[in-house]
């Protein structure tokens, strides 16, 4: 399983964007790259997902360069409500099942 | 659509007491089932993943077992809680094959062992 390095912790005022990064150096050819966000006494839930280049959705965008062994997660004009635990994933889902390892992920502080 | 439900929300037990957790997922089937858990201010743990009945894998040595009597229900038994049992279990399922297998999550139980 590809292992995944991100910031423990981030500070961001109301409004601006925030660009949080993970690291996955040794990403296998079939991984997909997630990206959950996790508040306090509550389970992860799913945000983006991507292979490579370029996904947005509603929510976020997730920017991936060519060799994969990066990946950004942007959040356009965070909200007090943005505040939250975020997590890097990397997995291929082939198989009967993805066994993945959240890390401790990095804590975002949306300050107003 | 699909939903996860996990049971207690919360539950405060005796060390030296047994446990059962259960976690039922409607709206799919043939769901593959993960027990995590989650200490206070740290990462998710993955105790226990299961690709069908009866089949159960453990990724870390503990008094915790598991069980899948059926295909959309998982249970986290111990029949002794320790201390160390206490923090916050989380129960997700996931389809395969699906694109990079995205999981899903309950809402979650926490547990306090006193």
């Known amino acids: 399983l590809a292992k995944t390095t991100q910031p423990i912790s981030m500070d961001s005022y109301e409004g601006q964007e925030v660009n949080i990064t993970c690291s996955h150096n040794?990403?296998?050819?079939?991984?997909?790259i997630t990206w959950y966000q996790q508040f306090p006494s509550q389970g992860p839930r799913f945000i983006i997902q991507?292979?490579?280049t370029k996904v947005t959705n509603e929510v976020a965008s997730l920017f991936i360069p060519a060799d994969r062994k990066s990946s950004t997660l942007s959040l356009p004009r965070v909200s007090l409500s943005d505040t939250a635990v975020y997590y890097c994933?990397?997995?291929?889902?082939?198989?009967?099942?993805?066994?993945?390892?959240f890390g401790t992920g990095t804590k975002l502080q949306v300050i107003p | 659509s699909q939903t996860i439900h996990q049971w207690p929300a919360t539950l405060v037990q005796p060390v030296g007491s047994p446990l059962s957790l259960e976690c039922t997922v409607e709206?799919?089937?043939?769901?593959?089932l993960y027990w995590y858990r989650q200490a206070a201010g740290r990462g998710l743990q993955l105790l226990f993943y299961?690709?069908?009945?009866?089949?159960i894998s453990s990724e870390v040595p503990q008094n915790l077992s598991a069980s899948r009597p059926q295909d959309r229900q998982f249970i986290l038994s111990s029949k002794k809680l320790l201390l160390s049992d206490s923090g916050f279990y989380l129960c997700?399922?996931?389809?395969?094959?699906?694109?990079?297998?995205?999981?899903?999550f309950g809402p979650g139980t926490r547990l306090l062992v006193l």
């Open positions: 997700a399922w996931s389809v395969t094959g699906t694109r990079g297998e995205t999981q899903y």
């Open positions: 040794n990403i296998a050819t079939n991984d997909y």
């Open positions: 991507g292979y490579k």
């Open positions: 994933l990397v997995g291929d889902g082939s198989g009967g099942y993805q066994k993945v390892t």
């Open positions: 709206g799919t089937s043939n769901p593959n």
């Open positions: 299961s690709v069908g009945i009866g089949q």
